[in-house]
Structures are given as C-alpha cells and as structure tokens.
C-alpha cells in the first residue's frame, strides 16, 4: 500500500516539476509569439493557396524576382480579404 502511495506521490511531484519548467519556457518565448505566428500564417497560406513556396529558377537576382511577386501577390490577397467585407 505504502509503495504505491509513494509512486503516486512521485508522480504527482514530477507533474508539479514539469509544470514549472513549462511555464519558465512560455515566459521566456513569450515575445517570440506573435511574430512567430505571423510569419507561420503568411509561409502557410503561400504553401496551401499559392502551390507552394518552391522557387526554380537560375540566378539570385530572378529568383529574387520571383519571390517579390509571391510576396506582392499575397499582399494582394490580404488586401482583398480585408477590404471586400466593407465593400458587400
């Protein structure tokens, strides 16, 4: 009886230590969090709505070129996605 209590009790201390550790990482990433998820949204709707981020072409200046365009063309999307609700 006495053995299993004290694996309960372990165990509900390893929880308690995690725990502690977990918030001592949120609180040091905390300001990494909104720029994180800007940039994660942007890369995956260019990856999902625009066939992906792949860049074949020859040369840093043209594939720097190209992905202006992506980026301009996203802009346009989101331009859209903001504007057309006040426009209906």
């Known amino acids: 009886m006495l053995d299993g209590r004290r694996k309960m009790e372990k165990h509900f201390l ?13 609180n040091k990433e905390q ?10 949204h942007v890369f995956g709707f260019m990856e999902q709505n625009m066939n992906g981020l792949t860049v074949k072409s020859v040369g840093i200046k043209r594939a720097t070129w190209i992905i202006g365009l992506i980026n301009l063309t996203y802009n346009l999307f989101r331009y859209e996605q903001v504007v057309r609700p006040n426009i209906i």
């Open 31 to 40: 300001p990494k969090y909104p720029t994180r998820a800007r940039v994660e």
């Open 14 to 26: 390893d929880i308690k230590i995690m725990r502690k550790l977990i918030q001592k990482a949120s």
